[in-house]
């Protein structure tokens, strides 16, 4: 199976601020990867995902990812931070090519913009 | 395109009674829908995927006898919380999903408090 690990519960940055949000994958085959962004009440919104391809994905609000396979890794990064970007962020794996099926959440990191 | 509509987007109900919660798809046929639920501060858990015109699937520990699903149409799909109790107060989200989509569009979401 696969799981996916958020080591940060909550990352603090000041505005206009570098921010990157780590997030770790275990599995023992090829998987897809997502990032979803949470408001306050609110559902997900998709910011980015890596089917195939480029390893260095670019998604909504500014956002960019990196997969990298040796480091099982997928982090999140943004060079500027803005209020707005204060909200619980979700990575999420899956093996399903779909993106749809099976899919495994990290816990979540929340980011907090500090004015 | 690919919105899904979910409703209520909270509800408090008395312990004891049920309570349905709409997942409809505004404007794409979902083939698939799926059920999550969120406790505070905690990542989404899958309860059930439900394919249209046929039983639900459901995880593991998931109740399939309090939480009823029906997916009768290729744009609704409805969790019934049946004989509710204050633990099955959360945050429900569902998804949505169609054949050549790359991956799944989430509700609004749903916090239900049971008093």
């Known amino acids: 199976a696969q799981s996916v690990t958020q080591l940060d519960s909550q990352v603090p940055v000041f505005e206009e601020a570098p921010v990157e949000l780590r997030c770790n994958y275990s599995?023992?085959?090829?998987?897809?990867l997502f990032w979803y962004v949470q408001y306050p009440n609110q559902g997900l919104q998709l910011l980015l995902k890596?089917?195939?391809?480029?390893?260095l994905v670019k998604g909504i609000n500014g956002f960019e990812a990196e997969f990298n396979k040796s480091q099982t890794s997928f982090h999140l990064r943004k060079p500027s931070v803005h209020i707005s970007d204060t909200a619980e962020y979700f990575c999420?794996?899956?093996?399903?090519?779909?993106?749809?099926?099976?899919?495994?959440f990290g816990t979540g990191t929340r980011l907090t913009v500090i004015p | 395109g690919a919105v899904v509509s979910q409703h209520p987007s909270w509800v408090i109900c008395k312990s004891g009674t049920s309570v349905k919660i709409e997942c409809r798809s505004l404007?794409?046929?979902?083939?698939?829908m799926f059920w999550y639920r969120q406790f505070p501060k905690q990542s989404l858990m899958l309860m059930a995927t439900?394919?249209?015109?046929?039983?639900?699937?459901?995880e593991q520990g998931v109740e399939k006898d309090k939480f009823l699903i029906n997916h009768a149409s290729l744009t609704l799909s409805t969790l019934t919380v049946t004989s509710a109790h204050p633990e099955d107060s959360s945050f429900y989200i569902c998804?949505?999903?169609?054949?050549?989509?790359?991956?799944?569009?989430f509700g609004q979401g749903t916090r239900l408090t049971v008093v």
């Open positions: 998804s949505a999903h169609y054949g050549r989509a790359t991956e799944a569009f």
């Open positions: 599995s023992s085959v090829s998987v897809y």
């Open positions: 890596y089917l195939s391809g480029s390893t």
């Open positions: 999420a794996v899956t093996i399903d090519q779909t993106g749809a099926n099976n899919l495994f």
């Open positions: 404007d794409f046929q979902a083939t698939t």
């Open positions: 439900s394919n249209e015109g046929s039983k639900a699937t459901y």
